[in-house]
């Protein structure tokens, strides 16, 4: 009922450097990413272990797959296959997203430069260097650190078990005390018919905030990083609710450490130290990206901006 609505999808953003192409459903709760043959063959090839991951982690962090699928269309003399995944939206549709961060747990090239009299960071996906650079805290207290860690660590586990690596966790912060300020940049494709003529002339229109849905959706509240209005809240060290709420998760859990990635690794490495390139086997990775989300989760050193 989510895809199939009157408004068929949302397109998300343009191909960024993987080549995806990203899409909401019509209620925003869903995105609809298109994958490569090699990630489709990776999920596949890791279903049973991602399906019993989930049900024994039913607070897990990592992407939340809801369908894959294939389409065949014709082309020229031959056809071309699309390959996409239905998986859950992290960010909600009724808060704004202030500040988000991409997360690796390395350092090469992991920078996302912006204009130094830019004030509206909201448009920008940050990465770890300028986490770093702005001394950024993933703020929980004693109580929901402990939860996250325990959760992370079973995550992390189970990625190095299929053998996964090049993941992130992605993370979007809104600020309680800024509420709603930002537009959204979103378009809906709404087509009269199916008809294919109708479909080829038809133009995606802009969409407005009360397009959207103004609550959570059923059912979330009950999961640990869901609870709080479709997020988690921050706390500081007497488990006391902070100005941030967080929604995060693991994404990009698709890239299998095969012979292309150990090339990359060989080669990368001649010329900077493993410490800080992505293309490391998954064990190696898993433990990095474990330890650098473990050292910026804590108490706030300082009042960011």
Not at 160 to 184: A, E, R
């Amino acid at each position: 009922m989510s895809i199939t609505g009157k408004y068929i999808l949302s397109q998300l953003s343009s191909p960024g450097k993987s080549g995806s192409f990203f899409y909401y459903s019509r209620d925003y709760r869903f995105i609809i990413k298109t994958i490569h043959h090699a990630e489709h063959r990776q999920l596949r090839r890791i279903l049973k272990d991602y399906h019993s991951h989930v049900k024994e982690n039913p607070n897990t962090l990592v992407s939340q797959i809801y369908g894959l699928h294939r389409i065949k269309m014709p082309l020229g003399s031959g056809r071309r296959v699309v390959h996409f995944v239905v998986m859950n939206n992290l960010f909600p549709p009724h808060r704004d997203i202030h500040l988000k961060y991409d997360l690796k747990g390395s350092t090469h090239g992991r920078i996302t430069r912006i204009n130094a009299h830019e004030t509206d960071l909201s448009k920008y996906t940050l990465k770890d260097l300028n986490f770093l650079e702005r001394h950024e805290m993933i703020k929980f207290g004693p109580a929901k650190r402990q939860v996250f860690f325990k959760q992370l660590e079973a995550d992390v586990k189970f990625l190095k078990k299929v053998n996964v690596m090049d993941y992130s966790l992605l993370m979007g912060i809104h600020y309680v005390n800024q509420g709603n300020k930002n537009g959204i940049n979103l378009s809906i494709f709404d087509p009269k018919s199916g008809d294919k003529t109708v479909l080829i002339n038809t133009n995606p229109r802009d969409i407005e905030r009360q397009d959207l849905p103004t609550d959570v959706y059923p059912g979330r509240s009950k999961y640990v990083f869901y609870g709080h209005d479709g997020g988690i809240r921050a706390t500081d060290e007497e488990n006391k609710p902070l100005a941030e709420i967080y929604y995060m998760g693991i994404i990009d859990c698709l890239t299998g450490y095969r012979t292309k990635k150990s090339l990359e690794t060989f080669f990368r490495s001649m010329w900077n130290s493993r410490s800080v390139i992505s293309a490391v086997p998954p064990r190696e990775y898993g433990d990095r990206f474990l330890d650098f989300i473990k050292k910026g989760t804590g108490q706030a050193k300082k009042k960011q901006s």
